[in-house]
């Protein structure tokens, strides 16, 4: 018997074993599925504040796209409405020099059609001063030709009288005696 000691004594010991073991996983089961329902239900609270986080997010994401929308449209406008004004400004100012440069061109056209005019004038009257200068050099000439001409006569009177003979006096009549 002895024998038969060593397998029953553990043998009981076992079935003692199995009944403790199988009452203590009954209950890990139980900690086990409550701890599971437990995860479970704070998995389901954190995917629904993770859904509305995400709701939230969404909605943040699509008010502030609209917020940027709208802040680069009145950014776009703004530039936009800043290039016209320049593009208007430049214009403006091309109107003004393309005016200004017409006016200056007529203005030009008017005083070299002046400036012609004077230069005929002046022409005209170099031509006058020049045939009046000529005039007065003939006119000189002339005068010194009959200055020559009479100083010629003159000469010519003077010789022809000197050698006639009314023009030799008489000969000195003789002394009286004494």
Known sequence: MKKWMYVIFPA??????????????????????????????????????????????????????????AADAAQLAAAEAKWQADTKKIQDEIDRNTADAD????????????????????EALNREDFDLLKEVETTRISEQNSNLEIQR??????????????????APLPAPKE
């Open 12 to 69: 009981l010991l076992l079935v003692v074993f199995l009944f403790f073991y199988n009452q203590e996983m009954d209950k890990v089961a139980e900690r086990q599925h409550v701890v599971a329902l437990q995860v479970a239900r704070e998995k389901a609270a954190s995917d629904a504040k993770k859904k509305e986080a995400e709701a939230q997010a969404k909605i943040s994401a699509d008010k502030h796209a609209k917020e940027q929308a």
């Open 103 to 122: 006016r200056f061109s007529k203005k030009a056209s008017e005083l070299q059609i002046q400036l012609d005019t004077l230069h005929k004038e002046k």
């Open 153 to 170: 006569l003159v000469e010519i009177i003077a010789r022809r009288a000197s050698d006639s003979a009314m023009a030799q006096p008489p």
